[in-house]
């Protein structure tokens, strides 16, 4: 009897990746293509839409003529994409514009004035999504008060996922959970919101019909699978975003659950039922289901700022060199306090204008000091939107950890002191993409259900925390937050 296969395609901020996994989570084959973000501007990032199509093609090709097909099945492929783009098309799905992605900040101005009048508030307690320049709802916005040519034109508004099944099935739907990343999906009432589509100048027939993760696309275009190489019978399901897809393929399904992901940029996370929205707009409420959410905060500083600041000195080395310089720096980096804000802000601050900043240097500090406090620096950001998520979902039972900065281990060390909790990584780092392709096998009827997923999970290593180094990380941390809470105002004047 064959072998099963299952594929998880992660179209990323950075790259698009194909991963092929066995049904207990074993990887198979892996491809990863880059992808260009362009800054035409101060504060825009866009990427071409083609150019991503095109490098989900070549991962999907690559990993598919991997395979065995004497010895293994290509079961399914599950979909997976980074939440909050947009691109206009027109009306036979061609790009009218370049793709906005989540990074983003023209529409800064919008979200402020949706925050100073009130409407914002309204908004958010319904769609759970902040109001920040990253959705595409303010950016709408932005296009429809500057008159943008490609706004005028559109047929029709897509994120990434979209525009994706619509080149390769002909099809028009939208998942739950990249309906809640545009910022005008009710996730209390699973609809439209009617007021976002009204401020952002859009009509329902230019958004696409909601489906469940699970959902199977068919029709795939002759010419598309002759391109990937579809075997026979290969099935494609609609899957989710990145963030809820990290959860699931870390295991974190339950309460009390939670992940963490650092990649380029952050997140910390946990699925709960229902659709509970905080109150001080800290935390997003995104629907995964028409009946479960995932809650969390996300950070636009994440391995951004490391490469950032390794750019920044001229560290000659790579990543995990940079980091084993402040292997040996005790706790607290001998009183360098750094807030991570390089690349502005989503939570806990939601204030796109706030800025990096070292607090503390002296004369007799090293590098590796400041190194270290940069570390620290991101880590104590994840620690603080940790304490609003813990306001609706009470303390993590446990906390498994995904993306590029969990291939150091001292910087995982360092996040597991802070939160004083030991933490749990997968040796893959493909967690979103495992979480995708277990969507498949449940929609293909290989697996029974979300949660089955945890005794399917690839090995998990773990990472003790030290509770003499927390209780330092204690006393660091109330400083931290006081220089947080002060700085930004500064920047909530400018």
Not at 145 to 165: C, D, G, I, R
Not at 322 to 344: C, H, M, Q, R, S
Request: with cysteine; net charge negative.
């Amino acid at each position: 009897m064959k072998g099963k296969l299952v594929v998880g395609l992660d179209i990323g901020t950075t790259s698009a990746k194909a991963v092929v996994f066995d049904a207990k989570g074993k990887l198979y084959a892996e491809a990863e293509e880059m992808v260009t973000t362009h800054y035409p501007e101060y504060g825009y990032a866009e990427q071409d839409p083609k150019e991503v199509e095109t490098a989900a093609r070549k991962v999907m090709r690559d990993v598919l003529a991997a395979v065995d097909e004497e010895k293994y099945e290509l079961v399914a492929t599950g979909l997976c994409t980074a939440m909050h783009s947009l691109i206009c098309v027109d009306e036979v799905g061609n790009p009218l514009s370049k793709m906005l992605i989540w990074s983003d900040g023209r529409a800064g101005e919008q979200a402020e004035r949706l925050l100073d009048n009130g409407k914002g508030d309204e908004i958010y307690s319904r769609t759970g999504t902040p109001i920040h320049p990253m959705t595409p709802f303010t950016k709408l916005m932005w296009m429809k008060e500057n008159e943008e040519p490609a706004y005028k034109q559109a047929k029709s508004f897509m994120t990434m996922k979209e525009y994706l099944v619509y080149h390769w099935f002909g099809e028009r739907v939208i998942d739950y959970a990249m309906a809640s990343s545009t910022g005008m999906f009710d996730v209390k009432n699973q609809v439209w919101d009617k007021e976002a589509l009204e401020l952002a100048g859009v009509e329902e027939s230019q958004l696409a019909p909601v489906v469940e993760p699970t959902y199977e696309l068919t029709g795939l275009i002759p010419e598309v699978k002759e391109s990937l190489g579809v075997p026979a019978n290969h099935r494609f399901i609609i899957g989710s975003a990145d963030g809820q897809l990290a959860n699931l393929g870390s295991g974190a399904t339950s309460p009390g659950e939670v992940n963490i992901s650092v990649g380029t940029s952050g997140a910390i996370r946990q699925f709960i039922d229902g659709a509970p929205i905080n109150d001080k707009m800290e935390t997003f409420t995104y629907a995964f289901s028409n009946d479960t959410s995932i809650i969390g905060g996300p950070t636009n500083n994440g391995g951004i700022v490391l490469q950032w600041f390794k750019d920044l000195i001229k560290f000659p080395g790579n990543f995990t060199a940079i980091i084993e310089t402040a292997k040996d720096v005790e706790p607290g980096a001998n009183g360098i306090l750094f807030l991570p804000y390089v690349n502005g802000e989503r939570a806990p601050l939601w204030v796109q204008k706030t800025a990096g900043n070292f607090y503390g240097l002296q004369v007799e500090h090293t590098q590796a000091e400041v190194t270290r406090a940069v570390l620290e620096g991101i880590a104590f950001n994840i620690y603080q939107i940790s304490q609003s998520l813990e306001k609706l979902a009470g303390a993590p039972k446990k906390i498994t950890v995904n993306g590029g900065l969990t291939r150091s281990e001292i910087w995982v060390q360092i996040l597991a002191d802070i939160f004083g909790e030991d933490l749990y990584f997968s040796e893959t780092h493909h967690n979103a993409a495992w979480g995708a392709a277990w969507v498949a096998l449940v929609a293909a009827g290989e697996a029974k259900a979300f949660q089955d997923i945890k005794e399917n999970l690839p090995t998990e290593k773990k990472i003790t925390a030290n509770k003499e180094n927390h209780e330092a990380y204690q006393k660091v941390y109330k400083k931290y937050e006081k220089l947080a809470d002060a700085v930004t105002v500064l920047f909530d004047e400018i």
